[in-house]
């Protein structure tokens, strides 16, 4: 019975879940579909700069190409 509960940190952002991992990473996933981006992993940062990599993507994501 001695396990505890571990809370974590969820944040929303610009339709997405970061949701802070035990190594300090973040994962990042859309809240619903469809989806823009797929989910994706941070390398250890903090809250400000996991999204300033969201931005980033989204940005990106945005200024692509349509395929035909």
């Known amino acids: 019975m001695g396990s505890m509960t571990r809370l974590k940190t969820v944040i929303r952002y610009r ?16 809240e619903r579909s469809p989806m823009v981006l797929l989910p994706f992993r941070t390398s250890v940062c903090s809250l400000a700069e996991a999204k300033k990599i969201l931005d980033i993507r989204l940005s990106q994501e945005i200024t692509l190409p349509e395929a035909a």
């Open 15 to 30: 339709g997405f879940l970061l949701l802070k991992q035990e190594n300090q990473s973040w994962l990042v996933r859309p």
